[in-house]
């Protein structure tokens, strides 16, 4: 390989046939003189601009489109020179760090020797010990190219802002739940939104058996084995679902909170108690209908109970998880969306609740298309306030357009599977983390079950893993009408 | 078939590249065109603007051609590295073939020039011709000349190996010049006409004149095709032409070449020939498609001088430097560089 141009952040590096060397690889440029060298990684490869090329291709087709036939007498063997010569590729790299004094910087205002420099690749097990990445509590993502294994270190994950997107079935819910298991091995506490159901059997192996996480799994299906009685959640968490997920107004909302401070007054916080104070309420009707529709949204969402036995404590699920780390999942599935909005309310109100009481140190929260149920104001504010709270997100999407562009730009690590769109490919690219042509580039042509890590958990040097099996029953699988007919 | 000559040419250019084992040497991109400066055109030549019409004659017969390229592809201390390829071509049953000899590649010195020459000469000649060391090409013209001397001997085993068949050439059919002796010509002719094969060489250029005017330019309003004959042709000794001279004009279109056909031929057997290639081969702008083929598959592109380049550096231990242009050196951006002065 030798060294042809540099324009900005990006070299050009000559590679000839022998030399494999693919889109994600990372390379090292060393300049002995200089005692330094550039680590830099291929975003794409495209042909050498041999000169001649095109002569060369018209001269093989010269009859009607046709190859021409005949010999060719080579006696000083020339031919594979040629070939040699016009398979030449053009490795387009980006610049990642300098290495001097096998200490990283960011720096890229040097320039090796054209003529003197070496370049060679650079193995990733080696890239990660240069740049530091620890492996204290390592998570194992998959294996690279190279068939070396890509650890992760799970405090990388810690306190940061996550996303995780690519096209549908590409493997995305996967790989959030091998983030997820491995959180709870380190006993970790993690909180799932599970849209579709798909986190329901982790606690048992693909045959059906239990495996080593089936007792720190707990599933949460609203209205059935997790309800809640009207006093559980304080009052600022109801009008959180009263006006967040079923858009009471400000007048109405003032009028509730009294009926609530005079029910709680005389200790008679339930449903059916709720209905009647509203409808003995003395104040205007049109207050009255509105407070009444929301009491039987309330009430038509199941989730709420009079019946003490039956309520499930979100706490004490959560406590649980925080002694031996644990994940609680939230089974949305089949769950109309104003009711999961209400549910969705309640648990992240709850998590506030708990976190600002020092009751629980942090969550790991993993929200699949979250803008399904989660309302505007609440993106903001959980990248920014409850973040210090210590709601540490992870947004799993296969539409990354419905990922607001601050959110991107405060992300900490992205997981980025297959996008072939232009446009979910330049939404994506919007990361702060990372430069757009290594994001359009490398993640069109990944394919499926790999992933481009970005951010802090691979130092901000961007890496393509194969994302590694998981012995657990799957459940996101699409239901076919074909399946078996055949 | 006599493989005398190719086995020549490896065995010479093997031994010369030996010769030239880890020296440096400079690229150079120069291709040597191919020129036909001895032309003349005397006052009593004429050219007879009465066209000779042509009807494409339906008779299946092979066509076939050979052209070759010489290439300088680089300079060393002692002398010059050269290429050299051959690609004849042939149309039979209506597709194209073709069979391409080489790149040779020669390290050519003032030293060797004589020797590597000579050899060459004689494996083709079958007989000693030497030339002096005054009356040898100097080491400009080598190229060309080692190119042409392939090209005689691949022109001589089509008019052996062939029958009944038209055989085209690259150039005119004059000879006594230094690559192309008188008498190897008449042979070529004359072993071709044995065989009943017919010799059409189209020039690309002329330098002929009638009234001031290049004899490809000076056409009649007539549809094509035609040829137009000429007469009073007599070059100056040592030159000698063993054609007939004719400007052919086989397609629509502003394109003219002109045509030599071997004088031994009859009148009538030179127009056959002629409407013969018109009914078997394909003509693109008066050309023939078969000599267009040929020069195409032998014309070294930049991407094979580059493999070029790299075969003598990797195989041969060359290191490849970069003389600075003199030109460009000293008048900058107003030099316009050796290779172009």
Not at chain 1, 144 to 164: C, F, M, P, V, Y
Not at chain 1, 377 to 389: E, K
Not at chain 2, 325 to 335: A, I, K, S, T, V
């Amino acid at each position: 390989m030798k060294l042809y141009k540099k324009e900005g952040n990006i070299v050009q590096i000559l590679s000839f046939p022998n030399e494999t060397v693919e889109k994600g690889d990372y390379l090292l440029v060393e300049d002995a003189d200089a005692r330094k060298a550039l680590i830099v990684q291929v975003i794409d490869v495209q042909f050498a601009s041999i000169p001649g090329i095109l002569e060369e291709l018209l001269r093989s087709l010269p009859n009607g489109g046709e190859l021409i036939q005949g010999e060719d007498f080579d006696p000083l063997e020339i031919a594979p020179h040629i070939t040699y010569i016009q398979d030449a590729t053009l490795l387009i790299c980006k610049i990642r760090a300098t290495v001097e004094n096998e200490s990283l910087s960011p720096n890229s205002s040097w320039l090796p020797s054209r003529s003197q420099s070496t370049i060679r690749k650079l193995p990733i097990p080696t890239l990660l010990k240069l740049a530091k990445v620890n492996e204290q509590l390592p998570i194992v993502l998959g294996g690279t190219k190279e068939s070396s294994l890509l650890t992760i270190d799970a405090s990388s994950l810690d306190g940061r802002l996550n996303i995780i997107t690519g096209k549908k079935e590409t493997g995305k819910s996967h790989l959030s739940k091998l983030l997820m298991l491995n959180l709870i091995g380190y006993k970790a506490t993690v909180v799932v939104f599970d849209l579709n159901g798909e986190y329901l059997s982790l606690g048992m192996t693909a045959d059906g058996k239990r495996n080593a996480h089936h007792d720190k799994i707990h599933v949460l299906t609203p209205s059935q084995n997790f309800r809640v009685a009207l006093k559980q959640p304080n009052l600022h968490v109801l009008l959180g679902i009263l006006i967040h997920a079923l858009h009471l107004p400000g007048t109405s909302a003032r009028e509730f909170r009294r009926i609530w401070q005079s029910l709680k007054e005389r200790d008679m916080l339930n449903m059916r108690e709720l209905g009647e104070a509203i409808r003995n309420w003395h104040c205007n009707q049109h207050v009255r209908d509105a407070l009444f529709s929301r009491y039987y949204a309330l009430a038509n969402s199941g989730f709420f109970t009079d019946e003490t036995a039956e309520t499930m404590l979100l706490e004490e699920r959560l406590f649980k998880a925080k002694e031996q780390g644990g994940a609680i999942i939230i089974n949305l599935r089949n769950t109309s969306s104003i009711d999961r909005q209400i549910v969705v309310e309640y648990v992240l109100g709850k998590l506030v609740e708990l976190l600002t009481s020092w009751k629980l140190k942090a969550v790991f929260l993993f929200a699949e298309e979250a803008h399904l149920y989660l309302r505007e104001t609440y993106w903001d504010d959980i990248v920014t306030r409850m973040r210090h709270l210590g709601i540490y997100a992870t947004f799993i999407t296969n539409q990354p357009d419905t990922i607001r562009e601050n959110i991107y730009r405060q992300a900490d690590n992205i997981f980025l599977f297959n996008f072939t769109n232009e446009h979910d490919l330049e939404v994506v690219s919007r990361a702060a983390r990372v430069d757009a042509e290594t994001v359009k580039s490398i993640a069109r042509d990944l394919p499926q079950h790999h992933c481009l890590a970005l951010g802090k958990v691979v130092k901000d040097f961007p890496m393509v893993v194969k994302v590694k099996a998981l012995d657990v029953k799957t459940m996101g699988e699409t239901r076919l009408f074909f399946k078996g007919a055949c | 078939m006599d493989t005398t000559l190719p086995q020549r040419f490896i065995e010479l250019s093997l031994y010369s590249l030996k010769t030239v084992q880890n020296q440096t040497f400079q690229l150079n991109q120069q291709t040597f065109q191919q020129t036909n400066s001895l032309e003349l055109h005397p006052h009593d030549f004429q050219l007879k603007l009465k066209p000779i019409l042509l009807k494409a004659k339906r008779e299946e017969t092979i066509v076939a051609a050979v052209d070759t390229s010489s290439m300088k592809i680089g300079e060393t201390s002692t002398g010059i590295l050269i290429a050299v390829r051959s690609a004849t071509v042939w149309k039979q049953n209506k597709r194209y073939k073709y069979m391409r000899l080489g790149p040779f590649i020669f390290h050519i010195t003032e030293e060797n020039k004589r020797e590597v020459y000579n050899t060459l000469q004689k494996a083709y000649f079958n007989s000693p011709q030497e030339h002096t060391y005054q009356g040898m090409p100097n080491l400009v013209q080598m190229p060309t000349r080692i190119a042409n001397l392939l090209e005689r001997w691949l022109q001589t085993m089509l008019s052996k190996t062939l029958s009944s068949s038209l055989i085209l050439f690259d150039g005119s059919l004059t000879s006594g010049t230094g690559d192309t002796p008188t008498q190897l010509m008449k042979e070529i002719l004359t072993i071709a006409k044995k065989r009943n094969n017919r010799i059409l060489a189209f020039s690309k250029m002329t330098n002929l004149r009638v009234n001031g005017h290049l004899i490809t330019e000076v056409l009649p309003l007539h549809e094509p095709p035609y040829l137009l004959e000429t007469t009073g042709f007599k070059p100056k000794s040592p030159i000698v032409l063993l054609g007939e001279v004719y400007v052919a004009k086989l397609t629509q279109g502003n394109y003219a070449f002109r045509l030599d056909i071997d004088k031994e031929v009859s009148p009538e057997q030179k127009v056959e020939a002629v409407e013969r290639l018109l009914a078997n081969d394909l003509l693109l702008q008066s050309y023939p498609e078969t000599l267009r083929l040929a020069h195409i598959l032998c014309t070294f592109t930049a991407n094979e001088v580059i493999a070029m380049q790299h075969f003598s550096a990797r195989k041969h231990g060359l290191r490849i430097v970069n003389r600075p242009d003199m030109h460009r050196l000293l008048f900058g951006p107003f030099g316009r560089g050796e290779s172009n002065s």
